[in-house]
């Protein structure tokens, strides 16, 4: 059964730093692109974060460079997103989303979510 559990979000203060979690079951971990996406309300999902299978690459939205960081551990099966300096547009909710290397058979998480406010 493939599962895709993220952790971490809160509430932070502006300024604040966060870091999120996705602990990936039931596939084949070192095998997928895996990205964050988040989405606000009344908005369209969108790409925060991308890391290739081996973690030799990484992308941002461009809102986002800078201030976040995404990372993995293959050993552990798992991808983290570090997010500094975090502003109240960054609200939203964060899912985790695995895709396999070449092939359009992607997964998605239920999603944490981070506020960001005083």
């Known amino acids: 059964q493939v599962q895709l559990v993220e952790s971490g979000g809160g509430l932070v203060q502006p300024g604040g730093s966060l870091r999120l979690s996705c602990a990936a079951s039931?596939?084949?971990?070192?095998?997928?692109?895996m990205s964050w996406y988040r989405q606000a309300p009344g908005t369209l999902r969108e790409l925060v974060a991308t890391i290739t299978s081996t973690g030799g690459s990484t992308d941002y939205a461009d809102s986002v460079k800078g201030r976040f960081t995404i990372s993995r551990d293959n050993a552990r099966n798992t991808v983290y997103l570090q997010m500094n300096s975090l502003k109240p547009e960054d609200t939203a909710l964060y899912y985790c989303?695995?895709?396999?290397?070449?092939?359009?058979?992607?997964?998605w998480g239920q999603g944490t979510q981070v506020t960001v406010s005083s």
């Open positions: 989303h695995a895709r396999r290397v070449g092939t359009q058979r992607a997964y």
């Open positions: 039931g596939f084949s971990f070192s095998n997928y692109v």
